[in-house]
């Protein structure tokens, strides 16, 4: 099924994109919000810049973007796939539980905070280019890396991990991320952490037909909480 964005606004080509049982390519899109919220099944393939909360509430389906998106791409996204050739505006992946969000280009502010886990739920966010600041802020579950493939600066922003009680984080750089919270801590990544990881960078690098190569020839570190100066302690006195 193909639909016309700017013919029908987003109101009506949400509710086209909830009733339909196929796969779906929407053209001339420019803002439109809320595409593919909360849809299990079928694919959703995006011509132009989708607006805020794409893919929202995800719950399965997959959604293509060949060009730009706006904030709050995959917020509280269940489970899914979410793909961008471009950049990604702020908050991406917000308070995200499962499914994966990869993006070619660079991401704005507060990628990937509030994300969780649980049992088999291991939301993933693979970033091509850099973020801005607090990447990660209230990090409690999940993977995110940041590849930085376009730059040879560190490719993130400041206050990274603030607040920080679970999950991963892994920058591809080949200077260590500085200014970082207390409650981080980092340190180069080792072979189990690059093993695990891997899949997620092949599966990157296929999408984008990105040399798998290049993109493990840098040094990947790895943020996780600090055990020795956990998160609770800015709210107890013990």
Do not use: W
Request: aromatic fraction near 8%; glycine fraction near 14%.
């Amino acid at each position: 099924m193909n639909l016309q964005a700017r013919k029908l606004g987003y109101c009506i080509l949400n509710e086209e994109i909830r009733k339909a049982n196929e796969d779906i390519t929407v053209d001339e899109c420019c803002g439109e919000r809320f595409i593919g919220s909360g849809a299990s099944s079928k694919a959703i393939t995006i011509n132009g810049t989708p607006g805020n909360a794409l893919g929202a509430y995800l719950d399965g389906a997959t959604i293509i973007v060949k060009g730009n998106a706006q904030d709050a791409v995959g917020d509280t996204m269940n489970d899914g796939k979410i793909i961008i050739y471009g950049n990604a505006g702020d908050a991406l992946g917000y308070a995200m539980r499962g499914g994966k969000i990869f993006v070619k280009g660079d991401t704005g502010y507060r990628t990937g905070i509030h994300m969780k886990e649980y049992k088999d739920k291991k939301p993933v966010i693979v970033v091509g280019g850099s973020t801005g600041s607090f990447l990660g802020e209230y990090l409690a579950g999940g993977i995110i890396i940041v590849l930085g493939l376009y730059s040879d600066d560190c490719p993130v922003g400041n206050f990274m991990g603030t607040g920080m009680p679970g999950g991963q984080i892994f920058i591809r750089s080949n200077r260590l991320p500085v200014n970082l919270p207390k409650q981080v801590a980092v340190g180069m990544a080792n072979d189990s952490d690059l093993n695990m990881i891997s899949e997620y960078l092949i599966e990157f690098s296929d999408v984008f037909n990105i040399n798998i190569d290049e993109i493990q020839r840098k040094t990947f570190y790895k943020l996780s909480p600090n055990a020795k100066n956990p998160y609770k302690q800015l709210y107890t006195l013990n």
